[in-house]
């Protein structure tokens, strides 16, 4: 079945610091990841997604992310954080079984030190 | 307009109530959804529409009913809940079901069963 990991509950960043959120999958085929972010009491928004078109996706916000078929890996990227981008990031994997489903990885929660 | 729009934002109910959460979308999406999100943790899917026939239903008690009285519109009646239900549900859309489609989250409603 198609997984993903996301490595740290929690990482902590100083302000203009880089931020590395890391997101490991696990399928069998080809996979349709996606990396999403919600603000507190929130819904979620689309940061990016990769759909085998490039293996460097650029995002909103600033942000992207490289697929990494050797390692198994979507890492999502920003090279200097704002204070604005302390939030809760997930990163998902879309299937199908009838209809499109989204599976989340667990979150990885990002504080923004001044 | 690229909104998904859920009413009400906030909702607390007794375990012997009846209530509707409704969502709302006129980007032309064809695909709807409803997601259920614990604190701390990931959305999990409940129940996917596509072309207002339910797709997906992920062994969700009947308790949750969902409808979709059209293309825009989609609704969670919800009937003699448990505590346990308390949590985010959110409402999303999508323009299909594809495996890479991306999909549009609204912000929610805050459901507490007491």
Redesign the interface.
Known sequence: AQSVTQLGSHVSVSEGALVLLRCNYSSSVPP?L?W?VQYP??????LL?Y?SAATLVKGINGFEAEFKKSETSFHLTKPSAHMSDAAEY?CAV??????????????TRLTINP | DTE?T?TPKHLVMGMTNKKSLKCEQHMGHR?MYWYKQKA??????MF?Y?YEKL??NESVPSRFSPECPNSSLLNLHLHALQPEDSALY?C?S?QR????????????T?LTVV
Do not use: D, H, M, W
Not at chain 1, 94 to 107: N, R
């Open positions: 349709y996606f999403y009491n929130q819904g979620l928004q689309l997604k759909t997930f879309s299937i199908i079984q009838g209809a499109q489903k989204l599976v989340f990885g667990q979150g | 998904v859920q695909a701390k943790k990931p959305p999990e899917l996917v596509s797709s997906i959110l999303a999508s079901t594809g495996v890479n489609a991306e999909a549009f989250f609204g912000q929610g805050r």
